[in-house]
């Protein structure tokens, strides 16, 4: 599978308001706002495929948050976590906003389409630079 990220004009105090104060985790409703999927593929998505791909676990996320409060308290040390917002949260599956929000296109033109402008091999500069700083 390959994909890559779209980016779009977006009003950005408007989702600043929508995501401002130091309640987390952030209304799971927003997602739906901010964020879509497309998947361009010969046949259609099994709801199995996309839960291997966007499975979100509760614990997992509430382990990140506590973690991300103690470590990275610049940004994180203020976070209240509200228990009615991590409830929304699913236990061990997909939201199911990114659910509503996936499209499938089945079309395989589009496929020729988007690969057309790939690069397959890196170049050596890139490697180099890669190699440089991560390492």
Same mark, same amino acid.
């Given at each position: ?13 408007? &989702?600043?308001?929508?995501? *401002?104060?130091? +309640?987390?985790?952030?209304? @799971?409703?927003? /997602?739906?706002? !901010?964020?879509? &999927?497309?998947?361009?593929? *010969?046949e259609? +998505?099994?709801?199995?495929r @996309?839960?291997? /791909?966007?499975? !979100? ?29 991590l ?49």
């Amino acid at each position: 599978m390959r994909g890559n990220v779209t980016t779009y004009a977006l009003n950005n105090d408007s &989702i600043a308001s929508m995501v *401002q104060g130091n +309640l987390m985790p952030r209304p @799971i409703e927003t /997602l739906s706002s !901010v964020i879509t &999927i497309t998947f361009i593929c *010969q046949e259609r +998505l099994s709801l199995s495929r @996309i839960r291997s /791909l966007f499975r !979100v676990r509760r614990q997992v996320f509430l382990e990140a948050l506590l973690w991300l409060r103690t470590h990275n308290s610049t940004y994180y040390g203020t976070v209240q976590i509200d228990g009615q917002r991590l409830a929304q949260i699913p236990e061990d599956d997909v939201p199911t906003e990114i659910v509503l929000i996936s499209r499938h296109r089945l079309d395989e033109g589009l496929l020729d389409q988007k690969n057309s402008g790939y690069v397959s091999e890196p170049q050596l500069g890139a490697t180099v630079f890669f190699n440089q700083f991560f390492s």
